[in-house]
């Protein structure tokens, strides 16, 4: 958009590149996943550690040169580098190359302008590809060297790369006001649930944990789930029953994924605010997966960096249908096939036993002209049993938390009796 760059093709170098100060280690296995996520096809993949960075290139000129060799031998026009490189290495690596060079990050803003659906979903994206745009445009490629001066212009000898910035920011703050409306939209779509006590429940995760699959299984939907990075992206809410609760919402949400990159966060901030203002996380997690548990972690730094580490939180284990990895299998959790729909039950009481609170018996007698309640009782899913007095009062066995409790002690001609078990 506002580089000259080398064309490129589909098929790519992956190129792995850590240093002795990274925190992570090579995983070129979900690197070509998210590659081929991205309609790109690997060919060649390499993992590379060195002690520090080059300040040019990121990679020595040895390094370069080996590369530009595979690269001739293979015939191949991309590489793409599995860690951020500045706009002068990215750009200095290019020329040196010459070839096309995708950082991880415009892997994933690729993948993400890919799959965005809907209005909210592509405004996102877009804000996140123009602050990304932003920080790159830095003397670098060629059109940036031109300067402009003149009649009307707005200086004589004014560098390409400071018009380009201008023509971005103001796209920034278009984008942002129009997100600005979506943020206040969600805020009173969550301040009316607030008031009418509608508890909401969020499924949050690494990305291909299986939460889509598992959030139209409970939720009879037909949102779109595929066994790939980041299959859905737009954020999406439903009905869900729950135990001893009532009718609350269950809301679907983006994948998470080791080193998101910040201009996503802060551009899915109106998405990811419906994590932490929620009642409670479902933290889906691949059972088969070897390495949960470092994807755990990875969720749960996020987690924290948007202010949702204190929420409470039940741990699903998805996929247990393709084998429980015996590194998962000390985890706790409700173990759950959601493409078998196996384990429903337990989570579900899971749901209703941690949004509930301990819940008692009580007999609960209504008068004939407390229709309203006794349906409240009904949408709860607490009545246990009734029978009908002459007189037209009802009285209902009903299993009831804390908070039903007090809203039933307030309520006129209502009275309440808890039931004693027989020892």
Request: charge should be negative; glycine fraction near 8%.
């Amino acid at each position: 958009m506002f580089f000259d760059r080398p064309e490129a093709g589909l098929e790519a170098m992956l190129l792995s590149l850590r240093f002795d100060h990274s925190k992570t280690p090579h995983n070129l296995a979900e690197f070509s996943e998210l590659t081929r996520s991205a309609g790109y096809v690997p060919k060649v993949e390499l993992a590379i550690t060195r002690h520090e960075p080059n300040p040019r290139t990121g990679l020595g000129s040895g390094k370069v040169a080996e590369l530009r060799e595979e690269l001739d031998f293979h015939d191949l026009t991309l590489v793409i580098i599995d860690c951020e490189l500045t706009a002068s290495q990215n750009r200095n690596l290019e020329l040196a190359l010459e070839r096309r060079v995708l950082t991880r990050t415009e892997l994933i803003l690729t993948i993400f302008e890919q799959r965005a659906q809907t209005r909210e979903g592509k405004l996102q994206v877009e804000l996140a590809l123009l602050r990304h745009a932003q920080t790159h445009v830095v003397g670098g490629w060629s059109h940036l060297d031109r300067q402009r001066g003149g009649i009307n212009m707005r200086g004589a000898g004014e560098l390409q790369s400071a018009i380009d910035k201008g023509l971005i920011q103001r796209r920034i703050l278009s984008v942002e006001k129009r997100l600005e409306k979506v943020v206040q939209h969600r805020e009173q779509h969550r301040k009316r649930r607030h008031r009418n006590d509608i508890l909401t429940v969020a499924l949050v995760g690494y990305t291909n944990a299986g939460k889509s699959t598992l959030f139209n299984a409970l939720t009879e939907s037909e949102v779109y789930a595929d066994d790939r990075l980041f299959a859905t992206l737009d954020p999406t809410m439903r009905r869900l029953a729950l135990p001893n609760v009532g009718t609350g919402l269950l809301a679907d949400t983006v994948g998470f994924i080791r080193d998101l990159p910040m201009s996503l966060v802060a551009a899915f901030k109106a998405t990811l605010e419906e994590v932490s203002h929620a009642d409670l996380l479902l933290h889906v997690i691949d059972a088969s997966a070897a390495d949960a548990g470092r994807m755990v972690h990875d969720v749960q730094d996020i987690l924290t960096e948007i202010g949702a580490g204190e929420i409470p939180t039940i741990n699903v284990l998805n996929k247990v249908d393709q084998g429980l990895h015996p590194n998962v299998a000390c985890m706790t959790g409700v173990r759950v096939s959601a493409l078998e729909r196996t384990g429903f039950d337990e989570l579900r009481g899971a749901l209703g036993a941690q949004l509930g609170g301990i819940t008692q018996l009580f007999e609960v007698h209504l008068p004939a002209s407390a229709g309203k309640l006794r349906a409240w009782l009904y949408g709860l899913g607490a009545v246990k049993d009734e029978r009908y007095e002459s007189d037209g009062t009802a009285t209902l066995c009903v299993k009831l938390n804390e908070t039903s409790l007090t809203r039933l002690r307030s309520s006129p001609g209502v009275a309440l009796e808890p039931v004693v078990s027989a020892t």
